[in-house]
């Protein structure tokens, strides 16, 4: 894959987590009077069809995480969509790095309840077979895989990382 290709990945993956931040997953923290039905509906559809429990009723390490997804990511998705769309900005560098490492330590423990936290069945059923886990997996996996590649990108290629390019000269 080329670096251009990734940075198009990685365009898409920031741009279209704002709206995704905005309009569900800010819904743990905020109060319910903020959204319209139409928002409330498509969160509850979706904790439905995909036995997402956490987000209609999100337990309070959940919501940490969302808080620092509203306060500390949420700002850098519109910079970070930017310096990918535009490419070679290597001031994107230090923060892609931190905001990585950040996204992928949360996705360890939430990957880990969904794989191992026996659910209940009310008031919102969560997964309850081991196909219906790793579907619910699957939706979270991207928000950590895509972060890994970028750290990757971030420490391993040279039109990023100042010090093999220093090796080289």
Same mark, same amino acid.
């Given at each position: 894959?080329?670096?251009?290709?990734?940075?198009?990945?990685?365009?898409?993956?920031?741009?279209?987590?704002?709206?995704?931040?905005?309009?569900?997953?800010?819904? %743990?923290?905020?109060?319910?009077?903020?959204?319209?039905?139409?928002?409330?509906?498509?969160?509850?559809?979706? %904790?439905?069809?995909?036995?997402?429990?956490?987000?209609?009723?999100?337990?309070?390490?959940?919501?940490?995480?969302?808080?620092?997804?509203?306060?500390?990511?949420?700002?850098?998705?519109?910079? %970070?969509?930017?310096?990918?769309?535009?490419?070679?900005?290597?001031?994107?560098?230090?923060? %892609?790095?931190?905001?990585?490492?950040?996204?992928?330590?949360?996705?360890?423990?939430?990957?880990?309840?969904?794989?191992?936290?026996?659910?209940?069945?009310?008031?919102?059923?969560?997964?309850?077979?081991?196909?219906?886990?790793?579907?619910?997996?699957?939706?979270?996996?991207?928000?950590?895989?895509?972060?890994?590649?970028?750290?990757?990108?971030?420490?391993?290629?040279?039109?990023?990382?100042?010090?093999?390019?220093?090796?080289?000269?």
């Amino acid at each position: 894959m080329t670096l251009r290709v990734l940075e198009i990945i990685f365009f898409f993956y920031f741009a279209t987590h704002i709206p995704i931040t905005l309009f569900i997953d800010l819904q %743990a923290l905020l109060p319910g009077h903020v959204y319209p039905l139409p928002m409330k509906d498509l969160l509850e559809w979706y %904790a439905e069809k995909f036995k997402d429990p956490m987000v209609l009723d999100p337990p309070e390490w959940f919501k940490s995480f969302v808080f620092c997804e509203a306060l500390v990511q949420l700002p850098f998705f519109p910079i %970070a969509a930017y310096a990918f769309l535009k490419g070679g900005c290597k001031w994107i560098r230090t923060p %892609a790095i931190v905001y990585s490492t950040h996204v992928a330590t949360t996705l360890v423990p939430i990957l880990a309840h969904i794989l191992f936290y026996q659910f209940p069945l009310k008031p919102h059923p969560g997964p309850q077979t081991l196909q219906e886990r790793w579907f619910l997996v699957s939706i979270y996996a991207p928000y950590l895989l895509i972060p890994v590649l970028l750290l990757l990108t971030m420490l391993f290629s040279p039109s990023y990382n100042s010090k093999n390019k220093a090796k080289k000269a």
